[in-house]
């Protein structure tokens, strides 16, 4: 029986990328829909769901995606809820690519660092790929740092975390001033994540930082995050620090995503989210 993945993407144009990976991913079938909400995605969960018996729902999956991660989110909480004893089929969020993103931020990290024992900072903790890094690493059991113009929304940010990690180690800072300064000097990593063309620090204000081990930069636009860190960089050292531009990050994203949407078919019940994500990364070594 051939796999179909239903994409059921927020935007009104599917993406071109998501729909790539799928393909090298070697999924049989792929029915790609545009400006999909909550409300008119229940048909297309219907038709995922009751069109196979039990027995062969694993063959077919979904995977919600499109730029805005909020949305993404309001689609899957839709989609669970559709579901029903054993009619569902495995469904995947990956909106914006955050959860891949994130998972291969942080895997890269771990080749590195204990992160049970790692002060961790992350710039624009509060966006769709910062908060899901700084979620994973706070399941690590790192202490996590969580960054934002704003504190209100760092602070927000910190307890959905803890929502979703219980014994979180959270701190709300802002990306400005004296308290981010103050947080670089004690953390021994730092993963910038913040919109395209914001550059947190330039190459002599993160390089002061005594106690830095490992820098990564996740924005391909100039100016980069963290100035100073090449986009390719895959484990350089910069004065000492060892540095992955988003290039360097995005080889191991793909590997991700690609291996999340071949799992989505090994059974008809699987949710794979931020941490289900993370453990997929850790699997693949």
Known sequence: MK???IQLDTDPQPSSFDRVVAVD???DELFSYGGVTPENVEPLVHGAMFTRGPADLKNTALFIGGSNVAAGEAVLEKVLRTFFGPMRVSVMMDSNGSNTTAAAAVLAASKHLDLAATEALVLGGTGPVGLRAAQILASQGAEVHVASRSL??????????ARNVEGAKLTACTSEGDGLQEALGRVQL???AGAAGVQFFDADGWQAADSLKVAIDLNAVPPVGLGGI??????VEHAGVTCYGAIGVGGTKMKVHRAAIAKL???NSLV?????IYEIATSLG
């Open 152 to 161: 209100e929304r760092a602070e927000q940010a910190c307890a959905t975390i």
């Open 3 to 5: 796999t179909i993945l």
């Open 265 to 267: 078919f090994e059974s």
């Open 190 to 192: 730092v993963i910038a």
């Open 230 to 235: 090449e986009v390719t960089d895959k484990g």
């Open 272 to 276: 794979l989210d931020t941490a289900a």
């Open 25 to 27: 991913a070697g999924v």
